[in-house]
């Protein structure tokens, strides 16, 4: 009986490693929405310059803010500005989000994010809303304290000295993430800017994967049974 055991073990400990595995979530090429909150609705913006209006600059679209490098995204109507992202990390299946790294934009103090709002759902996010509020979970929010050096902008790697990590306790797990910036670090400034936005994280264990380790472990004690 005893090799019996150590099969199911052997497929109890894969099922378990893999379950814990830590990950980014966000990565280059995910579906990404950029906008602002209006009343109770996230509502997708355009490009464009217009002051104090949910708009951006061609160069620095939603998209910059998880492309990996130093580029940034730019939002003119300043407050409650943010991006929609449904990751495909996973098949798509969700995670469990437990962290936010924001990095600095290449310029302008005043514009960084003072604060931050994240939700989470596993609705199906499709068109270009407007997103209702209701539809998502807060997972967490608080202060922001980014540092006053700057990433280069462009293909520029990002730097660590140039980010702050926000932790923070959290066991539900989301397709999709909505991450807004209530608020910037001067009132004064015409916009919000950030460089990149990360969210960390593990992922659930999918079922094909739990099926898989369990016909293993089922395997194995079968192929005992018939050696003995």
């Not at 407050?79 to 600095?104: C, E, H, K, Y």
């Not at 514009?111 to 939700?119: I, N, Q």
């Not at 670090?185 to 800017?193: E, G, H, R, T, Y």
Request: net charge negative; hydrophobic share 45%.
């Amino acid at each position: 009986m005893k090799p019996l055991t150590l099969s199911v073990t052997i497929a109890s400990m894969a099922l378990a490693t893999w379950s814990a595995q830590a990950a980014a979530i966000f990565a280059p090429g995910d579906p990404v929405l950029g906008g602002a909150l209006s009343g109770s609705d996230f509502v997708v913006g355009v490009a464009g310059t217009a002051a104090g209006v949910n708009n951006w600059p061609a160069g620095e679209p939603p998209t910059a803010a998880i492309d990996g490098a130093g580029q940034k995204y730019l939002n003119f109507a300043e407050i409650n500005t943010g991006i929609l992202v449904t990751p495909t990390f996973n098949g798509g299946n969700g995670s469990i989000v437990t962290g936010l790294t924001l990095w600095a934009a290449n310029d302008a103090v005043e514009r960084d994010p003072a604060s931050f709002e994240l939700y989470g759902t596993n609705q199906v996010i499709g068109g270009t809303g407007p997103f209702a509020l209701s539809n998502f979970a807060l997972v967490s929010s608080g202060a922001l304290a980014l540092p006053a050096s700057r990433n280069a902008g462009g293909v520029s790697p990002l730097l660590p000295e140039n980010s702050q990590t926000v932790t923070f306790p959290n066991t539900s797990s989301y397709t999709s993430y909505l991450v807004l910036f209530p608020t910037v670090k001067d009132s004064a400034a015409n916009s919000m800017q950030i460089a990149e936005i990360q969210l960390d994280g593990v992922v659930p264990e999918p079922a094909t994967f739990g099926l898989a380790a369990l016909g293993m472990g089922a395997a194995l004690m079968r192929r005992r049974r018939t050696v003995a």
